[in-house]
């Protein structure tokens, strides 16, 4: 399954950086996502990254936030800057290999991960 990493308590106006293994699969995914769930909300995506490295951003974090993968395609990051209390979530990746790559897209094809808590205090 997908392994998240990287979350923790920080400031507002912190950054943080969110890693998510992939190498368990040996498999490069076509579409490749974080998504965030704070509690007692509904789950949102966030950013997303195609095998072609192009990326997608929901509007409250674009300009803050930035996905990328590394060369060996087995680690997707989230850099977060200049994080605010509303970014407070659990934070998620997820994989599949259907088209298309979106923050609306519904990435269901490979089990989630447990997540990764973020807390941002104003």
């Known amino acids: 399954h997908l392994r998240e990493s990287g979350g923790g308590s920080v400031d507002s106006g912190g950054s943080l950086t969110l890693s998510c293994s992939t190498s368990?699969?040996?498999?490069?995914?076509?579409?490749l996502g974080w998504w965030r769930q704070a509690q007692g909300g509904e789950r949102e995506g966030v950013a997303t990254i195609d095998h072609n490295g192009v990326t997608t951003y929901t509007d409250f974090v674009k300009g803050r936030f930035t996905v990328a993968q590394d060369n060996a395609k087995t680690t997707l990051y989230l850099q977060m800057n200049s994080l605010q209390p509303n970014d407070t979530a659990m934070y998620y990746c997820?994989?599949?290999?259907?088209?298309?790559?979106?923050?609306?897209?519904?990435?269901?094809?490979?089990?989630w991960g447990q997540g990764t808590q973020v807390t941002v205090s104003s």
């Open positions: 368990n699969y040996n498999h490069e995914f076509y579409c």
């Open positions: 997820a994989a599949d290999d259907r088209f298309p790559c979106t923050v609306h897209s519904n990435l269901i094809s490979y089990p």
